[in-house]
């Protein structure tokens, strides 16, 4: 085996009628979904008044949504915030979904955090296949070559670290992103909300670690590339990493 190796931002003071949820994330050590726990820590900026806050602010104020300096200061990937901590439940019921993913995408943008949504079906394919086919590698290009990516599926969430940190630490490795999949309204929308947290921005870009989701998820949901996925699990010694870089259309190394 080959080694694995603006939107226009918006200034507003938020009025007192848009601070109905509050984000109460607190920084901590984060945990692998195989039990045993990461010792993941980073640091985070703080932000000031005169910081311009991405996004819409009224679009997704209208929901419950808000923002304020804590909104990037930690998670616990096994203890996501419910829902109806981060958005009113019961004021979207009566949006469509198309706004509803278009705010959801909207409020997370910017500073670490990406907002994604997909379709029930597809969720529950990514679910019945993560649950058969848990683990797999992407490549992420940089330049003029790639760092391959270690990523785990065990919905409702998903993590990803850096392959050869895995490879030295295992399950000790730190996460460098990671999502959590929101399914409140999978029936009645036929919409599940996504959300990732980059856990080191030092590591990740946020266009990267969309990327990186947005592939993952292709390789599971694909029928043809999930034969990789499937390869990679059940009989790891067949698997070749350029059959992967061939999917990617990306030179071989």
Request: glycine fraction near 6%; charge should be positive; aromatic fraction near 12%.
């Amino acid at each position: 085996m080959q080694r694995l190796a603006s939107r226009i931002t918006v200034t507003a003071k938020v009025s007192s009628s848009l601070r109905t949820i509050i984000l109460k994330e607190t920084l901590s050590s984060s945990s692998w979904l195989s039990i045993r726990c990461f010792s993941a820590f980073s640091s985070q900026q703080r932000v000031t008044e005169k910081e311009a806050i991405p996004g819409d602010l009224l679009k997704w104020g209208s929901l419950g949504f808000c923002r304020t300096s804590r909104f990037a200061s930690g998670f616990k990937p096994l203890e996501p915030k419910p829902l109806d901590s981060i958005m009113d439940l019961n004021r979207s019921k009566n949006r469509s979904p198309e706004d509803l993913a278009s705010i959801w995408d909207d409020y997370h943008l910017g500073r670490g955090h990406i907002g994604l949504t997909m379709k029930a079906k597809l969720y529950r394919l990514l679910e019945q296949r993560g649950s058969d086919c848990r683990y797999f590698v992407v490549p992420l290009w940089r330049g003029s070559g790639y760092t391959t990516m270690f990523g785990q599926v065990q919905l409702p969430y998903m993590l990803f670290t850096g392959l050869e940190d895995y490879k030295a630490r295992g399950t000790q490795a730190s996460p460098y992103f990671t999502a959590s999949f929101y399914t409140e309204f999978a029936e009645s929308k036929d919409l599940v909300l996504i959300r990732g947290d980059i856990v080191f921005t030092n590591k990740l870009t946020d266009e990267e670690a969309k990327w990186l989701l947005e592939t993952t998820q292709s390789f599971y949901l694909n029928d043809v590339r999930y034969k990789l996925v499937e390869c990679f699990n059940k009989e790891p010694r067949d698997f070749e990493f350029k059959d992967v870089l061939r999917a990617l259309d990306m030179p071989i190394l």
